[in-house]
């Protein structure tokens, strides 16, 4: 496999991604509304480290993926899922949430996936079937070695998710991230390109 640093290859993952139910892709400026009608909510964001959100800070974070979008030696690739059909005549395709594949250690080929969804969506499979698809195009087009994920150990509905997604629980840490209002315990999974089920 090829060696090198971000700045003397920047491979990309082709976009947008097809699922049988959804569309992965970049975000765009008018995606905000439907980006803070999940990241306001403290359901959403109680095991994450950012949030509930401020329209304003909505709006930033919105900003922030435009500008990853833009960077020539790119490691954040935050991507919008979009429910594909559409039930009634005149309704728009939705928005219902996101998945980020983040190039935490390009120089050893790991890159960290994670994910979420507005509630109205949740129990459906789309968070596993929306990290599939980005988990698949990362290890093959931007050849990574390595896929992980952590998660507070109390998020049992993302932890199912990984587990679902062929990842191994690989580590257990004590207090090591500062989630909303205290110091939580995190696992680690992990998943390699020549396990992952394509
Ligand atoms: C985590 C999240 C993305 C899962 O999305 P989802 O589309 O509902 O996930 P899926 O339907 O693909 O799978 C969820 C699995 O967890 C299981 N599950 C859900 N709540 C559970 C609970 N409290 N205890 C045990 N299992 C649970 C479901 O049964 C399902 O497993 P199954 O398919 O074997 O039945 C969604 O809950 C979310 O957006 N949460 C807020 C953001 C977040 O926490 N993101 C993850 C950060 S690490």
């Known amino acids: 496999m090829r060696r090198g640093k971000r700045a003397e290859l920047a491979p990309s993952i082709a976009l947008p991604l097809e699922t049988a139910r959804l569309l992965i892709r970049e975000f ?3 995606d905000v ?4 009608a999940y990241s306001s909510l403290p359901e959403v964001t109680q095991f994450l ?10 709006k930033q974070s919105v900003r922030a993926f435009l500008d990853d979008q833009k960077d020539k030696q790119r490691t954040n690739f935050d991507l ?6 559409i039930r ?14 983040k190039l935490v250690d390009w120089d050893n080929r790991t890159a960290e996936i994670g994910y979420v969804l507005h509630p109205e969506f949740w129990g459906a499979g789309y968070a596993a079937e929306a990290a ?10 931007l050849g990574l070695q390595r ?6 150990q109390r998020n049992k509905a993302s932890a199912r998710v990984l587990e679902k997604l062929g990842m191994r629980r690989e580590g ?5 991230k500062y989630i909303q209002d205290a110091w939580r315990d995190e696992y680690l999974y992990a998943v390699l390109a020549e396990e992952f089920a394509f």
């Open 172 to 176: 257990a840490f004590r207090r090591s």
């Open 88 to 101: 009634k005549r005149g309704e728009k395709r939705r928005l219902i949430g996101a998945v980020g594949l």
């Open 49 to 58: 480290i950012w949030g509930p959100n401020t329209a304003e800070q909505s």
């Open 33 to 36: 509304d439907s980006v803070h």
């Open 147 to 152: 896929i992980v994920a952590t998660c507070d």
């Open 80 to 85: 919008a899922i979009v429910q594909k059909q």
């Open 28 to 30: 765009a400026a008018n």
């Open 132 to 141: 599939h698809a980005v988990m698949a195009a990362a290890f093959h087009d």
